[in-house]
């Protein structure tokens, strides 16, 4: 298995409040992803990093803003938590990010917005 | 319309029997395509690529038809080991844009004795 972890892998929090979740691999991989599932939806795009301090926006970026400062960890930060944000969000690598390169998916974080 | 879509299911099957699923894909310029299986409440974990030849791995066949814009996945031989849901992936059009993946919603595979 790739080595991703993610953390937390479970949180609750209240409307409002400032959230950060991490991803951090062994892989040395350059590229990075955010995902979100949620049933109805399937997996969808929040943002993804293709280097250190590079990033850029998926499908479903509002209201998440995201950090690279070393190859082995991407953070995804909800400014402020809605409801709308309760999800399961997993991180993914890719060593070139190519068009058929492999993504690798971490074990996900269960994140619920009271 | 979404750029992926599959039949969510889900597909009960009795053990031994054969059972395929299809994805559709929007964009004609996507050059990638994937199986995933993800298991209840773990991460999505590849299955296979698809290939424009088709491609076999043991029990599992994945096909490409570009002209109709589908995938496909056929699973001989059910075991209950292969209960999961199934998710199809197709990457963005344009190499610029990281590889990104685009996911169906997922068709749930439930395998009864």
């Known amino acids: 298995d790739a080595g991703i972890t993610q953390s937390p892998r479970h949180k609750v929090t209240e409307t409002g409040t400032p959230v950060t979740l991490r991803c951090h691999q062994t892989e040395n991989h350059r590229y990075m992803y955010w995902y979100r599932q949620d049933p109805g939806h399937g997996l969808r795009l929040i943002h993804y990093?293709?280097?250190?301090?590079?990033?850029d926006k998926g499908e479903v970026s509002d209201g998440y803003s995201v950090s690279r400062s070393k190859t082995e960890d991407f953070l995804l930060t909800l400014e402020s938590a809605t409801s709308s944000q309760t999800s399961v969000y997993f991180c993914?690598?890719?060593?070139?990010?190519?068009?058929?390169?492999?993504?690798?998916f971490g074990p996900g974080t269960r994140l619920t917005v009271l | 319309r979404k750029e992926v879509e599959q039949d969510p299911g889900p597909f009960n099957v009795p053990e031994g029997a054969t059972v395929a699923f299809n994805c559709t894909y929007s964009?004609?310029?996507?050059?990638?395509f994937f199986w995933y299986r993800q298991d209840c409440r773990k991460e999505p974990k590849l299955l296979m690529s698809v290939y424009s030849s088709g491609n076999e791995d043991g029990r599992f066949t994945a096909q490409l038809n570009r002209a109709s814009q589908y995938i496909s996945l056929l699973i001989r031989d059910s075991k209950l080991s292969d209960s999961a849901t199934y998710l199809c992936?197709?990457?963005?059009?344009?190499?610029?844009?990281?590889?990104?993946?685009?996911f169906g919603q997922g068709t749930e595979l439930s395998v009864k004795p």
């Open positions: 993914a690598i890719s060593d070139e990010g190519g068009p058929s390169d492999t993504q690798y």
């Open positions: 964009n004609s310029a996507s050059q990638s």
């Open positions: 990093s293709y280097g250190v301090k590079d990033t």
């Open positions: 992936a197709v990457t963005a059009p344009f190499y610029n844009q990281g590889g990104k993946l685009i």
